[in-house]
């Protein structure tokens, strides 16, 4: 048991786990929309993250000691090797597409991964903006979906168009409660996340709000006969989002990394294939 504690920990430090969660988008799109699916697209998706993922983690290592010290424990004993883990990721992301013919794809995908590399390079330190960071990180995350119709040359109709709003502001949500461990530390660096800003108990509250208002894309997609009703079923998200949001309140829960990484991540990771495969076979 401990040792399949330790794994747990160790993947869920390593990046491994919320790696998955962009893979997690294009499977929820393309299972939703009923589109192919090749092995190549999920790879890059996965690589692309979990680079960008790497390198913030590498860039923030001392600030991260402080405020992750288990987190950044296992960083360090990887620390010399990661620029070399990183660039490999990035290539491998950049080379899969490009060997397949799909230059517009790749070029795409070069975009979002620089614009990875920036926010720890250029905006953390110039734009103070309430939860820009969030909405930065919920934007290039989310955009992997629209990514699909550039990468497989398909149209990007109404229905890509509102799974992204959705997909976007179920990746701010969480993004924004990432921030409630690390809110001291916000402050004093002037970052002005959410719960930076507001509060801890305002910004959850806000974060409920918004985490309802996620679910009316869908539900404009149902009313104008973009979606089957079925798509309703991912209105589960709610509980799901009431229980980890509750658990932000606790202070002695909001310092456990599996909340984090098993829990939050685990929508994306395990809930949104799960509500996806249902509504392709319930539709």
Wanted: overall charge positive; proline content about 5%.
């Amino acid at each position: 048991m401990r040792t399949v504690k330790e794994l747990a920990r160790r993947l869920a430090c390593e990046g491994f786990i919320s790696a998955l969660v962009c893979p997690s988008a294009v499977f929820l799109s393309s299972t939703v929309l009923r589109l192919p699916l090749s092995w190549d697209y999920l790879l890059i998706t996965y690589l692309g993250t979990h680079a960008i993922l790497l390198y913030n983690r590498y860039e923030e290592l001392e600030r991260d000691l402080l405020t992750n010290p288990t987190r950044s424990e296992y960083i360090k004993k990887h620390f010399k090797a990661l620029p070399v883990i990183i660039a490999i990721f990035f290539l491998l992301a950049l080379l899969i597409p490009l060997l397949q013919g799909r230059i517009l794809g790749t070029s795409y995908a070069l975009l979002l991964l620089f614009l990875g590399l920036m926010y720890p390079k250029f905006f953390k330190k110039h734009v103070r903006v309430i939860a820009f960071k969030d909405a930065y990180a919920a934007f290039l995350l989310s955009s992997v979906v629209i990514l699909a119709p550039v990468y497989y040359s398909y149209p990007i109709t109404p229905a890509f168009l509102l799974l992204f709003l959705f997909i976007f502001l179920r990746f701010f949500v969480n993004t924004c409660f990432f921030d409630v461990k690390d809110v001291e530390s916000d402050r004093r660096e002037g970052i002005l996340t959410l719960s930076a800003a507001l509060g801890i108990e305002k910004a959850i509250k806000v974060l409920w709000i918004m985490s309802i208002l996620s679910l009316l894309p869908l539900a404009f997609g149902v009313i104008l006969q973009i979606f089957s009703p079925w798509i309703l079923i991912f209105f589960l998200i709610l509980p799901y989002t009431y229980y980890f949001l509750k658990q932000g309140l606790v202070k002695g829960a909001r310092e456990d990394i599996f909340l984090y990484y098993y829990i939050v991540d685990g929508e994306m990771v395990f809930l949104w294939p799960i509500l996806s495969i249902s509504y392709f076979f319930l539709q």
